[in-house]
């Protein structure tokens, strides 16, 4: 079983830059592809990044150009780079699998998160 934290979220302006930070309790970057969702109040989970594991990583259209994923394999960590942020970013992020996680949301346990909230 592997544990995932999610940190680095906070309050921003528009425009400002965030960075998060996903902690897991060993490597599985390369046995498991990963994403990072988010999930704003009233609105399903949604898939924003997923991160192969083969390190090549696709963007939803709506962060596209402003959101950069990376991951450090030494560290069992991955990061968000949100840049430009918009209020319409405004939600709780998560890091998880991809698979079965992108496909059912009720398949995987989901940790705390860590609350983004864009607003002047």
């Known amino acids: 079983q592997v544990q995932l934290v999610e940190s680095g979220g906070g309050l921003v302006q528009p425009g400002g830059s965030l960075r998060l930070s996903c902690a897991t309790s060993r490597n599985i970057f390369e046995i498991y592809a990963m994403g990072w969702y988010r999930q704003a109040p009233g609105k399903k989970r949604e898939l924003v990044v997923r991160i192969h594991t083969d390190g090549k990583i696709d963007y939803d259209d709506s962060v596209k150009g402003r959101f950069t994923a990376s991951r450090d394999n030494a560290k069992n960590t991955m990061y968000l780079q949100m840049n430009s942020l918009k209020p319409e970013d405004t939600a709780v992020y998560f890091c998880?699998?991809?698979?079965?996680?992108?496909?059912?949301?009720?398949?995987?346990?989901w940790g705390q998160g860590t609350q983004v909230t864009v607003s002047s």
């Open positions: 998880s699998q991809d698979y079965p996680c992108a496909l059912d949301d009720k398949a995987c346990s």
